[in-house]
Nanobody, 121 residues
Framework: QVQVVESGGGLVQPGGSLRLSCAAS????????MGWYRQAPGKERELVAV???????NYKDSLKGRFTISRDNAKNTVYLQTNSLKPEDTAVYYC???????????????WGQGTQVTVSS
């Protein structure tokens, strides 16, 4: 069984920071790209940032400079440091992990349950 578990969400005032974590566990043949997406009420899920196994990153343009994605391959964990948070950053943040399946010779995507981030005074 594969598990993807997020943590670190919460309520924060505008201008504040949060560090989200996502740990992948279970039977792991390999892990490829890991990333964060978010979904605000009434909106579609959108890319926040992704990072591949070599550390190459890609961000939603409007979040560059405020959000930073990183990963610890030894811990199968990806992080999202969020700074200078704004009310419009309020959303459920989902972790996405591409697992390598030896039995299928391909990567498959797994999602966490999400962690709520609320930015409000």
């Amino acid at each position: 069984q594969v598990q993807v578990v997020e943590s670190g969400g919460g309520l924060v005032q505008p201008g504040g920071s949060l560090r989200l974590s996502c740990a992948a566990s279970g039977i792991i043949d390999g892990i490829g790209t890991m990333g964060w997406y978010r979904q605000a009420p009434g909106k579609e899920r959108e890319l926040v940032a992704v990072i591949d196994s070599s550390g190459n990153t890609n961000y939603k343009d409007s979040l560059k400079g405020r959000f930073t994605i990183s990963r610890d391959n030894a811990k199968n964990t990806v992080y999202l440091q969020t700074n200078s948070l704004k009310p419009e950053d309020t959303a459920v943040y989902y972790c996405n992990v591409w697992y390598w399946k030896n039995s299928k010779n391909r990567f498959e995507p797994y999602w966490g349950q999400g962690t709520q981030v609320t930015v409000s005074s």
